[in-house]
């Protein structure tokens, strides 16, 4: 299911070495119009209607969402409207009523946490995150971001983040991002061994990583 050229979201902090997938399920992306340069900044509506060009039904959509709640469809299609253009706070609406009217829906609880984490709400993108992952539990990306989740909020739990981390290793030995992370996680706790390992690990994946040298000189190799 996962397009590994889709990134939304990157976080950068250590350096840039921890970085996100955020919404890496919303595949088919190429019906979204081009965004526009100029973007009227009067209202939310206007922002949505001004930057998908060449989209008559834009609006049609949100109204429809808005004068029914429980309609799935169109709550995900206006989430995904407003959170194109970075406005996750009406994104953030629609993706909650999405989540009420399929609760057991991984593709909405995905989109949900996706959301919570661009407004940096680590703490609540968590819940979705894990909800997605009981429904669908070999989703190496989701647990990754759960991991993350641990990892920026405050006070972060550095032994949680490593253990969702390793987790999703489990699902994707080989799942770039997430031992980037991993490493960038043990060497923020100190374990240089460990690291060192996992370093190794990301170096057989890609020899190209732009973090590598980065962790090798922070754990003295």
């Known amino acids: ?6 990134l939304f979201g990157v976080i950068a902090i ?15 992306r190429s019906n979204i119009p081009q ?3 100029n973007r009227p900044a009067d209202s939310a509506d206007t922002q949505v209607q001004g930057e998908q060009t060449g989209n008559s039904d834009v609006m049609a959509v949100i109204e429809e969402a808005r004068k029914d709640p429980r309609n799935y469809d169109a709550q995900m299609k206006a989430g995904e409207l407003f959170r194109e253009i970075k406005r996750f706070e009406q994104a953030l609406t629609f993706y909650q009523n ?8 991984a593709e909405a ?34 647990r990754m971001d759960l ?36 490493a960038a996680a043990l ?18 994946v ?5 973090s590598l040298n980065g962790f090798r000189s922070k754990i003295g190799e």
């Open 187 to 204: 060497i923020e706790k100190g374990d240089k061994s460990g690291a060192g390992s996992i370093v190794a690990q990301l170096a057989a």
């Open 109 to 142: 609880n995905i989109r949900l946490g996706d959301t919570l984490f661009d407004l940096q709400r680590f703490e609540e993108a968590a819940g979705p995150y894990e909800r997605a992952l009981q429904i669908s539990p070999q989703n190496a990306t989701v």
């Open 147 to 182: 991991g993350l989740t641990w990892f920026l909020r405050t006070p972060r739990d550095l032994d949680r983040a490593i253990s969702e981390f390793r987790t999703a290793l489990t699902i994707d030995p080989r799942h770039e991002k997430t031992l980037q992370n991993l």
């Open 1 to 6: 299911m996962k397009k590994e050229n889709l």
């Open 14 to 28: 250590l350096g840039g070495t921890i970085v996100g997938y955020i919404g890496t399920d919303y595949l088919n």
């Open 98 to 105: 999405a989540v009420s009217a399929r609760p057991t829906d």
């Open 206 to 210: 890609n020899p190209g990583n732009a």
């Open 35 to 37: 965004k526009t340069v």
